[in-house]
């Protein structure tokens, strides 16, 4: 079973920022948190990864609490196509262990 | 650098066919799972191949086989089809280990009449 909660949806107006909640109050010293994203039957894409140290990329930002309880992933400006479900899943970092486990994500919907 | 690719990216099988899927990892990786998603269980692994062996598998029946080649590229295999069997059959390819980030080709969509 996935290891993170996530909201089933959430809406976003377009040009503000997307801020996605996710709990993961089991997560191991030594798991990291994942971002994927699906667009409509497209192969999830990668967003940004962390341990505890918060993190940015091209694409968002990702804030992890200090407990590393739960994390927020930030789309400073959504777009419409940043409409998709978003995936939010903890694994071990290398290692010949770690497939993704997927739960069933938060759909978010950008709207203009 | 070129992403994962899958071919074929569509395929319509009826009951009873086996079908066989390829995925060819991004270059420089070694590393590919496969994943099966469908709307009633969502995304669900099914094998890991690293260096042209299994060294992973999901919960899936013998029926799901697959394979490495030398060349990193792999292949899985499905036999005896059911009408279950129709998914999004996604390929993830990783730098060495599996625990690495992972990124995902488009996928074949499979439809089993």
């Known amino acids: 079973d996935a290891k993170t909660t996530q909201p089933p949806s959430m809406d976003c107006a377009e040009g503000r920022a997307a801020n996605l909640p996710c709990n993961h109050s089991?997560?191991?010293?030594?798991?990291?948190v994942y971002w994927y994203r699906q667009i409509h039957s497209q192969g999830p894409q990668y967003i940004i990864h962390?341990?505890?140290n918060n993190e940015t990329n091209e694409m968002a930002s990702l804030i992890i609490t200090e407990d590393r309880k739960s994390s927020t992933l930030i789309l400073p400006h959504a777009t419409l196509r940043d409409t998709a479900v978003y995936y939010c899943i903890v694994r071990p970092s290398g290692g010949s262990q770690g497939n993704l486990i997927f739960g069933k994500g938060t759909k978010l919907s950008v709207k203009p | 650098k070129a992403g994962v690719t899958q071919t074929p990216r569509y395929l319509i099988k009826t009951r009873g066919q086996q079908v066989t899927l390829s995925c060819s990892p991004i270059s420089g990786h070694r590393s590919v799972s496969w994943y099966q998603q469908t709307p009633g269980q969502g995304l669900q692994f099914l094998f890991e191949?690293?260096?042209?062996?299994?060294?992973n598998k999901g919960n899936f029946p013998g029926r799901f086989s697959g394979r490495q080649f030398s060349n990193s590229r792999s292949e899985m295999n499905v036999s005896t089809l059911e009408l279950g069997d129709s998914a999004l059959y996604l390929c993830?390819?990783?730098?060495?280990?599996?625990?690495?980030?992972?990124?995902f080709g488009p996928g074949t969509r499979l439809l089993v009449l």
């Open positions: 993830a390819s990783s730098r060495t280990n599996v625990g690495e980030t992972q990124y």
């Open positions: 089991t997560i191991s010293g030594n798991e990291y």
């Open positions: 191949y690293f260096s042209e062996t299994q060294r």
């Open positions: 962390g341990l505890k």
